[in-house]
């Protein structure tokens, strides 16, 4: 099973991902609700961080990622990791690094 890190930086959250094992990229969920998946945010070719700028200050997220293979498949889906956002939010567009 894939694990991740969730931290607060100043512009929401920062999601480093982990090492690919044979696919072409990432699906990341965020919830705000413990237990559940909720809602697809991002879907990633590559890259090993994501930076969520679409949340509220001082708010906690949780964060699910399944690899995404070039059969369109989708791997096993990562622990879900909690974060809570600082209480002041930078402005920004959703990226990826």
Do not use: C, H
Request: aromatic residues 8%; hydrophobic residues 40%; negative net charge.
């Amino acid at each position: 099973m894939p694990s991740l890190i969730a931290e607060p930086v100043e512009a929401g959250s920062r999601i480093t991902l982990p090492r690919l094992t044979g696919g072409i990229g990432w699906r990341i969920w965020r919830s705000d609700t413990p237990g559940s998946q909720g809602e697809v945010i991002a879907t990633l070719a590559g890259g090993s961080v994501y930076i969520d700028v679409n949340v509220s200050a001082g708010k906690t997220y949780y964060y699910t990622v399944r690899e995404v293979f070039a059969n369109g498949t989708l791997g096993e889906a990562s622990k879900a990791v909690g974060v809570k956002t600082v209480d002041e939010i930078a402005g920004g567009d959703a990226s990826a690094a």
